[in-house]
């Protein structure tokens, strides 16, 4: 049972690795793709540049909260680590219904127009 909670840390550690890693390579590209090709409306590249970086932000919340909830479920699965899991899960869900609204303008729950 050791081996398993052992490689199941692993793999919670790997995703929230890959989470880090999308958030900070998504900001990357984005400045990347903001600095070349800046033609046209000033302020829509800017508009661009932080839908970009929202999105990565997003993306990287998503694998960072399912890394959270291996580790905390199969790891080590207290009462207060799991009150803790829901805290963080919240405030996330808060942070990403909150990027969903800036980078697209709606509500995840609303259609698109």
């Not at 840390?9 to 990347?32: K, P």
């Not at 090709?37 to 932000?57: C, F, L, S, T």
């Not at 580790?71 to 808060?94: D, K, Y």
């Amino acid at each position: 049972m050791a081996s398993y909670r052992d490689l199941m840390e692993s793999v919670g550690v790997a995703i929230d690795t890959a989470g880090v890693l999308i958030i900070v390579i998504g900001a990357l590209l984005a400045t990347w793709r903001f600095l070349t090709h800046r033609q046209g409306e000033p302020g829509a590249a800017y508009r661009v540049y932080r839908q970009d970086i929202g999105k990565a932000i997003l993306l990287g919340l998503e694998f960072l909260i399912a890394g959270d909830i291996i580790r905390t479920v199969v790891v080590s699965p207290t009462l207060q680590n799991v009150l803790v899991l829901g805290l963080i899960v919240l405030i996330r869900t808060f942070l990403s219904m909150a990027l969903e609204l800036e980078v697209e303008g709606r509500w995840p729950w609303q259609r698109a127009e």
